[in-house]
């Protein structure tokens, strides 16, 4: 096996990050919100290239709102980075000492009655600190004000999820070559996380390994459990590459399998393929899951599809859209999600299939691109 060179895709430069922020800015206007405050974590780094080196309890707080410059308030000790960062040519940076009430300097920031939208990593004891020092302003999770802020994918973004969906694919490739009987999930979880940094990754983010009746638990973590013959084994495993990251499912079994695996396999099989059938600009999240949960559903396996069909995928691993009933939000191009449809059955085994899927201006385009079928391992 030999891992495969990826040349590095090209960095994001300020002027993305300039547009992303008055990109958000404006949806921020059009959601009736008087701005958004970011705190450390994905948002921060989507929106401005600055990643915080430590997490601590000091306040860094980004504040966007319409008609002022993108304000970045950070302790004086992390000014240097944050003004390093690509995005700062676009921020005013603004820096409050260990001895002065950091509250009191982002007051002068937000409208003294305004309504925000806050990044969901934010820390209680922030949002606490804000509101004490500004009683009338009332706020928001971006989740639920804002859910797509980041659901639409760049040129640069998506040739960065693609070469994540390449590398899980050539992890898929060389784990079906490893031996599982005999073996402890564990150490086939181990073989998943090697093989994924190995093609690249620099962060595994999951290795679900679930042999025979562990499978029916869609995220069985690894345990001791030792594979058998004739077990049905699914894996599912990703993690972050260049930022952005991978999520793929592939169901193995030990050995020829059983009847009955051929005929689940065959169905989630089927699902999974008309639910990526069905996906062009318009069509709603909801309908995704309603394809494939109908052909689970038509073959008497309803009940043991137990989730969503998908979730979106970005700079984090799971993040809207979400494809379920209930979310009507049309897709658009250059949105990426997930579709898994699964069947578990309690006490014996499940089966789960999954691509990472990108909307194009006429239907979808699979990021993951291994074979579907039930794969004979030994």
């Not at 410059?69 to 960062?85: F, G, I, M, N, S």
């Not at 000492?97 to 002068?108: E, I, K, L």
């Not at 599912?236 to 590459?241: E, I, N, S």
Request: aromatic share 6%; proline share 6%.
């Amino acid at each position: 096996m030999t891992a495969t060179t990826h040349p590095r895709p090209a960095s994001f430069t300020r002027d993305d990050y300039a547009i992303r922020m008055a990109r958000v800015t404006e949806d921020a206007r059009e959601a009736g919100l008087d701005g958004i405050i970011v705190t450390p974590g994905p948002d921060l780094v989507w929106l401005t290239g600055y990643r915080p080196t430590a997490l601590t309890e000091r306040l860094t707080m980004l504040v966007l709102t319409p008609g002022k410059r993108p304000a970045l308030l950070v302790p004086v000790l992390e000014r240097p980075d944050a003004e390093a960062a690509e995005g700062a040519p676009s921020l005013e940076i603004m820096a409050w000492s260990d001895a002065s009430d950091p509250y009191q300097v982002a007051r002068d920031l937000l409208h003294q009655e305004g309504r925000f939208g806050v990044s969901d990593s934010t820390w209680a004891m922030h949002l606490l600190g804000l509101q004490h020092v500004l009683p009338r302003t009332s706020y928001q999770a971006l989740t639920q004000g804002m859910p797509m802020l980041r659901a639409v994918k760049d040129a640069n973004e998506l040739a960065r999820l693609a070469m994540a969906g390449e590398a899980a694919d050539a992890t898929c490739r060389e784990i079906i070559r490893v031996r599982f009987e005999g073996r402890r999930e564990t150490e086939v979880a181990a073989d998943l996380a090697r093989l994924l940094q190995e093609f690249g990754h620099e962060q595994v983010d999951f290795t679900v390994v679930g042999s025979g009746p562990n499978g029916a638990n869609p995220h069985h973590e690894a345990g001791d459990r030792v594979i058998q013959p004739g077990d049905a084994v699914v894996l599912d495993f990703g993690g972050l590459m260049y930022g952005y990251g991978s999520d793929t499912t592939r169901t193995v079994c030990v050995g020829e399998p059983g009847p009955e695996i051929r005929q689940v396999h065959e169905i989630v099989r089927q699902a999974q393929q008309a639910a990526f059938e069905a996906v062009r600009p318009g069509v709603t999240c909801q309908q995704i899951d309603r394809v494939a949960r109908g052909v689970i559903t038509d073959a008497g396996f309803g009940e043991q599809f137990i989730h969503r069909t998908g979730h979106g995928i970005g700079v984090t691993t799971h993040e809207p859209p979400y494809i379920v009933e209930g979310e009507e939000q049309p897709l658009q191009p250059g949105m990426c999600f997930s579709i898994e449809p699964g069947i578990y059955l309690a006490g014996r085994f499940g089966v789960r299939i999954e691509d990472i899927v990108t909307v194009t201006e006429t239907g979808g385009q699979r990021l993951n691109n291994t074979d579907h079928g039930l794969y004979v391992v030994e």
